[in-house]
């Protein structure tokens, strides 16, 4: 189950930073697109932390 939430926080991860750019270059509203770059490095800093292994994942691997 944590993995399957962990795709679809890096499928948010990327609609938000396609999003934003485009926002941002299309000459929309910058604003609202750099929040939303802002919002996809949040998300993608908690993908990366939740996916670090543990010390005791590493010495005893989940069968």
């Given at each position: 189950m944590a993995n399957l939430l962990l795709a679809i926080?890096?499928?948010a991860v990327f609609a938000l930073t396609g999003g934003g750019l485009w926002l941002i270059i299309k000459g929309g509203n910058k604003k609202?697109?750099?929040?939303?770059?802002?919002a996809a490095a949040v998300l993608?800093?908690?993908?990366l932390i939740w996916s670090i292994p543990t010390k005791t994942?590493?010495?005893?691997p989940p069968s």
């Open positions: 926080a890096m499928l609202q697109g750099s929040l939303m770059l802002v993608l800093a908690n993908v994942e590493i010495t005893n």
